[in-house]
């Protein structure tokens, strides 16, 4: 997690179109959503979040291959203090780990 998040911003998630589909749902909890495609706009009281998203071509090392998504991040309306307890959310959900 970060301290603080800008406006807009860029990040690649390890993971396949469908997977993040899977995950979106729950790290956007309460706030009303609308998907477009391969876009959605998030209610973030008082502003919105606009999420774009992309597939990338896989990162290969050896012989791993883990699926990308480029996903930019749009915030509208919103002071740093609600982006941040938005992300703080967001970036729970998102979290994966392994063992």
Same mark, same amino acid.
């Given at each position: 997690?970060?301290?603080? #998040?800008?406006? $807009?911003?860029?990040?690649? &998630?390890?993971?396949?179109? @469908?997977?993040?589909?899977?995950?979106? *749902? =729950?790290?956007?909890?309460?706030? @009303?959503? $609308?998907?477009?495609?391969?876009?959605? /706009? /998030?209610? /973030?009281?008082? +502003? $919105?979040?606009? !999420?774009?998203?992309? *597939?990338? *071509?896989?990162? %290969?090392? @050896?012989?791993?291959? &883990? *699926?990308? !998504?480029? /996903?930019?991040? %749009?915030?509208? +309306? !919103?002071? =740093? =203090?609600?982006? #941040? =307890?938005?992300?703080?959310?967001?970036?729970? #959900? &998102? $979290?994966? +780990?392994?063992?």
């Amino acid at each position: 997690m970060q301290s603080s #998040y800008a406006e $807009q911003f860029e990040r690649d &998630m390890g993971c396949t179109e @469908a997977e993040w589909l899977g995950w979106l *749902p =729950a790290a956007l909890g309460d706030c @009303a959503w $609308q998907r477009n495609g391969s876009s959605v /706009v /998030v209610s /973030v009281a008082p +502003g $919105q979040l606009r !999420l774009d998203w992309e *597939p990338l *071509p896989p990162r %290969v090392i @050896a012989l791993m291959r &883990m *699926p990308r !998504l480029r /996903v930019c991040f %749009v915030f509208t +309306g !919103l002071d =740093a =203090a609600r982006r #941040y =307890a938005f992300m703080k959310r967001f970036d729970l #959900y &998102m $979290q994966r +780990g392994g063992g």
